[in-house]
């Protein structure tokens, strides 16, 4: 159990999921206690049926200033090995089960977000930054190499110069930038974020969230993979899904064939309608 438990905080409203950083005067870095916490809310939510769209905030002006540099290094180290495997397996836990989470997930970064900061950033599926956004892998700054798989999340998103520059020179870059290095989708003025994230959000929940937990999976799993290996796995892939929902395709189907009442092409069908079966 977290000795905190509001250092992260969730709302849930209108089909979202609100899940803070809540250590605003810590400029939300990431200690052992709110790794804990991130962890056990992700637990406590996730196959909640009254939202359908996880996004992840912070609260102040800081997304997240990476991971905390007195507890989850000094004070942890100074306790041993095995309590610094432990930091790691909670911090990296979380970002683990994120990535692989069951509801479709957006990072809202609205502020400052440091090193350990991309991990949780990477493992949303989605992000959208404030132009106002700062981001930076600092590691260098204070000595150490960027771990905690930042390093793999800048080659994986980066060009290869660009992940280079910003991991060796640990110098700031804008919202702007970030979305030009596709770091983040996109980013808008820090008074539009909230509107747009709702709005990207409210486009995830028409969609058939079967369907959705079964692409934003295979998105991430084929990037490793043969061609011919993904074939095969993205066929085993929608028999899976056909297991949980054997109806949502053919009433898709059904909509744009027989009752002509949508174009697959230019929207989403009304899962309203669709009949179990
Ligand atoms: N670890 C521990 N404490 C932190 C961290 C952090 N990563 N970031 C901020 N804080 C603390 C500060 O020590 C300060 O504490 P205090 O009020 O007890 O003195 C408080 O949060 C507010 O921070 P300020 O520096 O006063 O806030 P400011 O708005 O001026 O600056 C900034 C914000 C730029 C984010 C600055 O705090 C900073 O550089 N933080 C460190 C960023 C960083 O490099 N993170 C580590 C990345 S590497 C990794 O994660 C592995």
């Known amino acids: 159990m977290a000795d905190d438990p509001n250092v992260a905080t969730y709302r849930i409203e209108n089909g979202i999921a609100w899940v803070s950083f809540n250590r605003p005067d810590k400029r939300n870095c990431m200690s052992p206690n709110l790794n804990r916490r991130m962890g056990e809310i992700l ?15 912070g609260e102040g002006s800081a ?3 990476g991971m905390d540099l007195k507890e989850y290094f000094r004070d942890t180290e100074a ?14 836990g979380w970002w683990r089960r994120l990535r692989w989470y069951q509801k479709p997930t957006i ?8 090193g350990g900061g991309y991990g949780p950033l990477y493992a949303c599926d989605l992000a959208i930054a404030a132009d106002e956004a700062q981001f930076a892998l600092s590691e260098i700054n204070w000595g150490i190499l960027p771990g905690g798989g930042a390093t793999k999340v800048v080659v994986d998103l980066m060009p290869m110069r660009d992940a280079m520059y910003h991991a060796m020179t640990g110098e700031l870059i804008d919202g702007k930038k970030a979305a030009e290095w596709r770091l983040v989708n996109e980013s808008v003025p820090l008074a539009d974020l909230e509107t747009r994230v709702t709005q990207l959000a ?3 929940l028409e969609k058939n969230p079967v369907a959705l937990k079964a692409t934003k999976d295979a998105i991430r799993r084929v990037k490793e993979m043969t061609y011919d290996n993904a074939e ?12 949980y929902d054997n109806d949502g395709r053919k009433e898709g189907i059904k909509q744009f064939i027989d009752d002509k009442t949508y174009k697959p092409g230019l929207g989403v069908y009304d899962r309203t309608k669709q009949v179990k079966g």
Not at 45 to 51: L, S, T
Not at 107 to 114: I, Y
């Open 79 to 92: 306790l041993g090995l095995g309590a610094t495997r432990k930091a790691q397996r909670e911090s990296y």
């Open 107 to 114: 990072a809202m970064v609205n502020g400052w977000c440091f």
């Open 202 to 204: 409210n486009v995830l």
């Open 63 to 65: 997304w997240s200033a």
């Open 43 to 57: 637990d406590e939510i996730e196959h909640r049926d009254d939202f359908g769209v996880l996004v992840l905030k």
């Open 232 to 243: 095969d796995y993205l066929v085993r892939a929608q028999e899976a899904a056909n297991s």
